[in-house]
């Protein structure tokens, strides 16, 4: 019963989510810094909680963050493009094209490890 539930209810969400207007929007780049800047901190926090040295940390949030960067700006997925789209309120928003998620890894990376 909570199967079936939880299915029709994610179909009547997906559902929703194809009538809400996609556009591009100008200063996506900093919805984008944003984003990336949470996914490095998450991993970051992750690997501090495996006592993960700082210098070690920083490789492999370089190392991840460059290639995930490169998956989103360049990256096929079986013939589709990957894209992260913010929601806001009715409007679906994604990247103008104005910016490369590759051009602020390693500048995140820094922001990320060098925070308090």
């Keep these: ?8 209810t994610f179909i009547k969400a997906s559902i929703k ?5 996609l556009s591009s929007f100008k200063n996506s780049e900093l919805l984008g810094l944003e984003f990336q800047y949470e996914v490095i901190k998450i991993l970051n ?3 501090k909680e495996q006592k ?5 940390r920083e490789e492999i949030c370089g190392d991840f963050s460059f290639n995930f960067s490169m998956l989103l700006d360049q990256g096929k997925i079986k013939d589709t493009i990957p894209l992260v789209v913010f929601k ?3 409007k679906l928003l994604m990247n103008d094209g ?10 995140n990376v820094d922001e990320v ?3 308090k």
Excluded: C, Q, R, T
Aim: aromatic residues 24%; charged residues 25%; hydrophobic residues 30%.
């Design 113 to 115: 490890l060098s925070a």
């Design 88 to 90: 806001k309120g009715n």
């Design 45 to 47: 926090e992750s690997l």
């Design 17 to 21: 989510h194809i009538y809400m207007k």
């Design 1 to 8: 019963m909570f199967i079936e539930y939880y299915y029709i």
């Design 98 to 107: 104005s910016f490369d998620y590759y051009e602020s890894s390693y500048g």
């Design 52 to 56: 993960i040295k700082k210098k070690i």
